[in-house]
Nanobody, 116 residues
Framework: QVALVQSGGGLVQPGGSLKLACYSSGSMFRTYTMAWHRQAPGKQRELVANITDGGWANYAESAKGRFTISRDNAKNTVYLQMNSLNGEDTAVYYC??????????WGQGTQVTVSS
């Protein structure tokens, strides 16, 4: 069983930055596509960004130009650097690791609150 342990998050002022990290246990990290999702109150969970095992990154329109996803296979860790944060970025952020056909794991979630 793979465990994803998230860190980072918290309270930040509008226009500020935060960096989330997600550490994966096990030895298969480099084979996973890694993703960050978020869920705001009263809304469905949505994909923010993902990065393939080959390092190809994709972003939601709301994240393009502001967020950067990266991975360090030597540290079994994926990151989400978030800049120019605004109130609409307030949500619980979840780390997600997956590969076909059966690997599918989620982190515990971490709260990001953007407020003055």
């Amino acid at each position: 069983q793979v465990a994803l342990v998230q860190s980072g998050g918290g309270l930040v002022q509008p226009g500020g930055s935060l960096k989330l990290a997600c550490y994966s246990s096990g030895s298969m990290f480099r084979t996973y596509t890694m993703a960050w999702h978020r869920q705001a109150p009263g809304k469905q969970r949505e994909l923010v960004a993902n990065i393939t095992d080959g390092g190809w990154a994709n972003y939601a329109e709301s994240a393009k130009g502001r967020f950067t996803i990266s991975r360090d296979n030597a540290k079994n860790t994926v990151y989400l650097q978030m800049n120019s944060l605004n109130g609409e970025d307030t949500a619980v952020y979840y780390c997600h690791a997956y590969s076909f056909p059966r690997e599918d794991y989620w982190g515990q979630g971490t709260q990001v609150t953007v407020s003055s």
